[in-house]
């Protein structure tokens, strides 16, 4: 029979196994999630009809703030040109991102589901105000697309997405705790 | 005694994993500050350029040394999207995290960004196999890639790409005490680490598998035989006899229904004087090429070798 490990060790050499299996889970749900979102039925059924959401969100919220915009299927057109919403910009590799921490996370089922949800409502939510952002540079400043297109909102979507999962991993913590670990010695 | 339903996996909240985000915040904003300093620098001095030319100068080599199809020389037109950005922020995030000691930083650095260009390099690679298979198709009809492998390609560029936003949500894990302090996982299971070494070599095991019986069941497919042919003419066609007849004889082991493969193959074998293995090849070619002008090829073929169009019983 096989003895237990004795519960001393350092506190690093206890946490790298759970953070390893975290990340690896984590690359796999990556891995899994993107064949999955690029499967056509997938592509049709769940990510077209949110690419046109975003689209059709962005527009109404640059009425809102003065630009005339209008969308037609995945483009936001205002005044004088388009923006086409294309993957990478409708915030799918972000919500996947998210939800693939969150589920690699240790954490019951129902709180991931929350997480899920919740998620998917802010990542919306932040895509929408990334769109309105770049359909308002696209008018007024074009050059500086490039700059808030790839190096900001990029970034800051991740931020976004890494905040949701600290804001998320908080609570989870708070609601599920169990007792300090016990220590030998 | 410790509670038996409780998963060993669960957070510890004891050790306050609930500290206030704003350091967090802070960090993510110096991070973004930082990148943005170093934008400016990064596209001025060139460098943006330089790693998006090594990043595709790569991938060229790989298509180069891997190709199926003997069909590229060069992709000099390839332009992956700018994902450069992972590298700055990259950068800026493990700058801006003071809390972590200079060395772990450097590691996490230098794997995040050996990770990424990995990451990038791989998709390029995607991308070049996707955009020649449509030129391909497009120019000359030829299927270089099986719709189902078309899309698996294609998936996989789409995949990588994600991945590269997964390397710096990774990384700014890594780099915040947040998830040490969350304390996941503390209790090891006994066999913990066997176990994962095992799976990990059936996984490796299984893909190995899945790769060779996929090459098999490719190379026995109509649509990629008749690829090969097609290969084989172009080459032929450019007088380039030494890959045209490699090419045929994949699709003669394919078992071709093009007759032009055999007709072509008899005539190297014939240059040879391989007058047998050249009539054997003819009567493949005049059982497929069933109409008027194949057959008076055909028995043209056979007057100038030589040889009997039936074969010769023993």
Redesign the interface.
Known sequence: MRGRRPASKGRGDLDRPSVARFLLLFVVNVIAGGFLLSLPWVQSGLVDPWTRLNASGTAAIARLVGIDAQAQATQVLYGPGSLEIVVGCNGVEALLILVAALLAFPAPWTLRVVGVAGGTVAILGVNLVRLVNLVVIARFAPSLLELFHVYIWQALIVIVAVALFLLWGNYVARAEPIAEPSRSG | M??RN??P???????G??RP?LP??GR?AA??GI??VL?PAWEWSGADEAYRRAVVGLAERIVLARQHFPLLSGFPRLAP??AD??V??ALGLTAASIRVGWRRRLVLLLVALGVTSGLQTAAAVASINLESAQEMERTHRILVLLPTEF?LV???K??L???Q??V???L???T?P???E???????R????RRAILGAALGAAVLLGASIAWGRWRESDARHVAAHAKVGHLFWAKRDDGIAEEQYRIAAAGNTVDPEVYFNLAGISAQRGLFKDAARLLRRCAELGTDAAWQARVARAFDRIGAPRRPESP
């Open positions: 410790r509670a409780r998963s996996s669960r957070p510890a909240a004891a050790s994993p609930g985000a967090e915040l993510a991070a973004l990148c943005l934008w999207p700018n950005f992972v700055l922020f899309q294609n998936q996989a789409l995949t790409y994600h991945s936003l997964a710096l949500f990774a700014f894990l890594l915040s947040w998830l040490s969350l304390n996941i996982g503390r209790e090891t006994p066999g913990k680490r």
